[in-house]
């Protein structure tokens, strides 16, 4: 085909593309709730311009059950093809920011926010600000369907009141039994997929919403059929939590036809520059020190963080990441957790143009070191085991408790730190001590931060961390890897360590991205590129 003619094809399908999104009207509109409160909080419509249901999504009514709000983040930016998608994931604000369930400062008798609404059309109306703006939301957009995300504090299986337990309505569907069970039954098998502790397993819970809650009010009210889906953030780490939302959400909207297929292992939207896409590994093997990151990279206003569990280890879902984090805990059980297969699909991502972080755990794992490392850096780590005399056989990779120590941050450091001291204290807890391995498929790390004092319990150790690299970095395929021995997500002071470093590993695949954009090749809102034979197809190197 001669050069010309490509060119008209390619002009004729991204005219194409653009009228199928004029013809049909897709609107997607951000707004605000209660535009000017202190507790204001976005809303998202996505209007498909196809005839169909008006559903609407709430996330966050109740502030201490983190995995609603933030599956709400993610559904919102499935694609539908009939009807319309309204979410407002953030109900609550104020509660989530405190995690606290009920409304902050509010009357005793309205803390609780799914109390506060009208149990029948002439009843009293809601009460309080944030019910009332929610109400008069539903009222305007007067949904066919209502799903409201919540957790549970335990499991509704194993926590009935009949059987002398407290009650908690985690892990369970909540619906009005009859015309509802076999799609109300779907959703929880759905559900279940996802669960392997039979304690665990979801429940039905047929007798409805109770009176004064925002979907006991949308059915009585606004003739809306509505559905509150709990998971249960007891022991369950919030990847899965969110995965459990995921699943049922997309139960239902393809059952009602909103969404035309599975779209549960969408997370993220589609890349953009205005945000960088971090997901952290919350699954076996990880610590405290996941918490703190987590702090960090919700703190960014350049970042949205997304959790990630074993089960997320997929190159269709990493790729819709620009940076994957593996925080502190134990390397071994991380690796153990994400298995041969995630493994590989680590470095797939990151040889492809990803970013990786890992911190202490995670600089483990991303070493060559172990039969179970990522080997994305170029280094052996200190360990074995030593005679001790006295003491019996010891590991040397373990150096005691939590201990301060001095760090320097060299001049390639600061380059991509930015706003910290060359010499700094630093939290430390038994990180990796490295040293170059010269490991054949694998570059020279650059070392970004020495330890300048060390931490220890055995004489063998003694010598053996003190000016060692504490920070290094390095490439691996098309991406970036940054691998931090100590934990400075737990001194505020250092955490531009952190932030700096996730858009150092980040700045690969932005500009990867740029000049794709730049060749005007890539269409965002599909995630499609146009190929040289005319053809549409999903990209992988994104
Ligand atoms: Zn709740």
């Known amino acids: 085909m001669c050069r010309p003619a490509f060119r008209l094809i390619t002009l004729c399908l991204l005219a194409f593309g653009f009228c199928i999104n004029v013809s049909f009207g897709q609107r997607h509109d951000t707004g605000i709730l209660g535009e000017g409160k202190p507790w204001q909080t976005p809303y998202h419509i996505q209007d498909s311009g196809v005839e169909g249901p008006t559903v609407l999504i709430t996330g966050g009514i109740h502030g ?44 005793a008798e309205q803390q609780d926010l799914n109390r506060n609404f009208p149990i029948q059309p002439n009843a009293e109306g809601p009460r309080g600000e944030i019910a009332l703006a929610l109400w008069d939301f539903a009222v305007e957009h007067d949904p066919d369907w209502v799903i409201d995300l919540h957790e549970g504090f335990e499991f509704n299986l194993t926590h ?14 909540i619906y009005c039994g009859g015309e509802l069970d076999p ?50 953030f007891k022991d369950q780490p919030l990847s899965l939590r969110t995965r459990q939302h995921r699943a049922m959400a997309s139960v239902l909207l393809q059952h009602i036809g909103v969404i035309d297929h599975d779209c549960r292992d ?28 987590w702090s960090v990279v919700d703190a960014a206003d350049d970042m949205t963080l997304h959790h990630l569990g074993s089960a997320d280890m997929t190159p269709e879902i990493l790729k819709q990441f620009d940076v994957v984090v593996f925080p502190g805990g134990s390397g071994s059980k991380q690796a153990q957790a994400i298995g041969e297969e995630g493994r590989r699909a680590v470095r797939e991502f990151v040889n492809s143009g990803g970013g990786y972080i890992g911190v202490c ?33 010891k ?22 730190f930015g706003d910290v001291n ?55 395929g098309n991406g970036r890897v940054i691998s931090v021995s100590p934990h400075p997500e737990y001194t ?51």
């Open 183 to 232: 799609i109300a039954e779907r959703i929880v098998d759905a559900a279940n997929e996802t669960v392997t502790d039979p304690d665990r397993r979801f429940s039905l819970l047929r007798r409805g919403p109770v009176d004064t809650s925002f979907a006991r009010a949308c059915i009585n009210c606004l003739g809306a059929e509505a559905m509150i889906l709990e998971t249960t």
């Open 266 to 293: 969408i997370l993220a939207p589609p890349k953009s520059n205005e945000r960088l896409l971090v997901g952290c590994f919350d699954g076996p093997g990880t610590g405290s020190s996941r918490d703190h990151l």
């Open 160 to 173: 009935n009141p009949a059987d002398g337990k407290k009650k908690s309505v985690g892990s369970s569907v």
């Open 492 to 542: 505020e002071a250092l955490h531009p360590i952190i932030t700096g470093a996730i858009r150092w590993v980040a700045d690969q695949a932005r500009t990867r991205r740029v000049s794709v954009e730049r060749r005007g090749l890539f269409d965002r809102a599909s995630t499609n590129l146009v190929q040289p034979r005319g053809e549409l197809v999903g990209v992988s190197i994104l």
């Open 422 to 476: 060359k010499r700094v204290t630093v939290r430390y807890s038994n990180g990796p001590i490295i040293s170059r391995k010269d490991h054949p498929d694998l570059e020279d790390y650059r070392v970004l931060a020495w330890f300048r004092s060390e931490n220890g319990l055995w004489e063998p150790q003694q010598g053996t961390m003190i000016d060692t690299p504490a920070i290094v970095s390095g490439g691996f």
């Open 395 to 416: 590991q040397m990779w373990y150096r005691g408790g939590w201990a301060d120590i001095d760090m320097e941050i060299t001049a390639a450091g600061q380059a991509i």
């Open 64 to 107: 201490n059950e983190p995995a609603g709000y933030r599956a709400a983040e993610q559904i919102r930016h499935w694609p539908i093809v009939r009807g319309k998608l309204i979410v407002v994931p953030r109900v609550n604000r104020f509660g989530l920011d405190q995690n606290t369930r009920f409304i902050p400062n509010a009357e």
């Open 361 to 393: 755990a995670g600089a483990y794992l991303c070493s060559s070191h172990y039969d179970w490392s990522l080997n994305l850096i170029n280094a052996s780590v200190f360990t074995g085991t030593r005679e001790i005399p006295g003491q019996g056989s």
